[in-house]
Every structure is written in C-alpha cells, then in structure tokens.
C-alpha cells in the first residue's frame, strides 16, 4: 500500500514538473494559409522551446476521418435567473482605461519570428482598386515589424481575391500572466 502511495506521488510530481516546463518554456505558433484555387489552411504548436516536433492542430490537407452523422440537436430551454449586480460604472471605467497598457504589455511579451504576406487583389474597379491599395500602403511600408514582408500586388483588371501567408511567433505562457495580474490589480483592489 505504501509503494503505491508513493507512485501516486511520484506521478503527480512528474505531472507537475512536466505543466511547468509547458508553461515556463517558450510556445511557438505557426499559421500557412493559402487561398485560391489549391486553399490551404496549417496551424501548428511547438511547445517546450523547440525540443519536441512541430504539432498540427489544423491542417485542411489531410483526409478527415470518417465520424459519426451529425444527430439534430435540440433547443435547450433557458432557465431565467436574477442577474446579479454587476460591474460598476467606475470599475468599467477603470478597466478601459488600463486596456490600452495590458495590451501594449502582452504585445512586448509576443515575438514575431516571420510574417510574410503575399496579396492579389482586385475589385473589378480600377477606380476602386487604387483606393484600395493606397489605404493599404501604409501598411507596407510603415509597419514596424522588422520581420514583416508585405507585398500587395493590385489587379485593375479584374475582380479577384489570392493571399499567401506564413507567420510564426513565440513567447513565454507563463510571463503573459504577468500584465493581466498587474491589470487585474490596478482595477479591482487599488481603489483611487
């Protein structure tokens, strides 16, 4: 009884050591998406900084797996329930003013290891096109991403729609925590 007690243990120590590597070690995310007649859509997760392969999450290239039929579901009916009171005028206040710094601060935390975005694009209006693109070119040339390679190509000639994207990031989950604690802390228990 003993030797069980301390497998038991010693699974749950395994288990635990293994969630905080998952946690404290970087995530990376990858995302392919092709559209046009051959579309294509691959996102994958490596996790453990690296040391494991690449998992895909969703890939539309492989065959799906022949499942059970959808069955028609049925409407749940809604129970109605006294709302509570809320979140105050002044705690909402609070938290859409931290929302620009929280963000600001998990963007920090995000590092884009590639960004490449290929477009075709027209509106069938040659008019409309080069509006189009000129509402766009700021997003080409003024992006402050070093990793970022945006090429736009406008068709004037026909209405059309083609884009190749790969993008990859990495971070850290456990350091995401941080400015939400931090955000969390400034709206609900520091009161001014």
Not at 131 to 157: H, S
Not at 163 to 191: E, G, I
Request: aromatic share 8%.
């Amino acid at each position: 009884m003993v030797i069980l007690l301390w497998v038991f243990l010693a699974l749950i120590g395994v288990v635990m050591v293994a969630v905080v590597a998952v946690l404290a070690l970087p995530l990376r995310l990858a995302v392919r998406a092709v559209t046009g007649p051959e579309a294509r859509f691959v996102f994958s997760v490596q996790v453990l900084g690296g040391l494991v392969p690449r998992i895909r999450v969703v890939d539309t290239d492989r065959p799906r797996k022949p499942g059970k039929p959808d069955k028609p579901t049925r409407k749940a009916k809604r129970k109605h329930r006294k709302r509570g009171k809320g979140l105050s005028g002044d705690t909402i206040r609070r938290m859409l003013l931290e929302a620009p710094e929280l963000i600001s601060a998990e963007f920090q935390r995000i590092h884009i290891d590639r960004f490449r975005l290929t477009a075709d694009f027209g509106l069938g209006d040659p008019a409309a096109t080069g509006e189009l693109y000129g509402w766009m070119c700021p997003l080409v040339y003024a992006t402050p991403l070093n990793q970022a390679n945006i090429t736009l190509r406008p068709d004037f000639t026909e209405a059309r729609f083609a884009a190749d994207l790969d993008a990859a990031v990495r971070f850290t989950p456990v350091s995401l925590v941080v400015p939400v604690v931090r955000a969390a802390w400034r709206v609900f228990v520091v009161k001014p």
